[in-house]
């Protein structure tokens, strides 16, 4: 792999349903690897569920190599039994990721909604679409905890090398006559 390509594991932490998305970075593009979700419904022992993630996440870096590991943050919400089962599926998938030696990268699900829509507030199916056109793929699967993950995977390009320039820019009309291509009329 050149130093341009990288391959990023997303992660959308759950109890019930684990969603994931790999990309592949080649400069300023990227491409869908895979995208699935780990389902935990069928297991009642919390402790079971955490071990499952544990070992899926470690089988996924196994197998993608890939070098960083981008990660939803817990929200802050009013359950804080939910939260807390949250933030133990987050942590679990970051010590799979640690035990491979992985940097790991979080961001809260408002800055991932801004990337992916430009709204912080904006819904699990609108992510979905704007992580399918923008990987064009050919369509959305049964779970949106899948495209999450591939969304946080999309945040960490968007955030890091993948939207950077050695361009300077005085202003947005300078921007605009140097970047044709990347203006839509």
Excluded at 121 to 147: C, F, G, H, I, R
Aim: aromatic share 10%; charged share 25%.
């Amino acid at each position: 792999m050149n130093s341009e390509e990288r391959i990023i594991l997303g992660i959308d932490p759950g109890t019930t349903i684990m969603g994931y998305g790999i990309i592949k970075v080649h400069g300023r593009k990227a491409e869908c690897l895979t995208l699935g979700v780990i389902d935990l419904k069928k297991y009642n022992d919390h402790y079971v569920k955490l071990r499952r993630i544990f070992e899926r996440t470690v089988q996924l870096i196994d197998d993608y190599k890939p070098d960083e590991l981008a990660i939803e943050a817990p929200f802050y919400g009013k359950n804080v039994q939910s939260m807390l089962k949250l933030g133990r599926a987050q942590g679990v998938a970051m010590a799979a990721a640690l035990s491979r030696d992985l940097p790991i990268f979080e961001y809260a699900p408002l800055k991932i909604k801004m990337a992916l829509t430009g709204n912080g507030k904006a819904s699990k199916e609108q992510v979905a679409y704007m992580v399918k056109n923008y990987l064009s793929l050919t369509d959305v699967p049964e779970y949106l905890d899948a495209t999450d993950g591939l969304a946080a995977a999309v945040c960490h390009f968007f955030q890091n090398q993948g939207l950077k320039t050695d361009k300077s820019y005085n202003s947005w009309k300078d921007f605009m006559n140097k970047n044709p291509n990347r203006v839509k009329k």
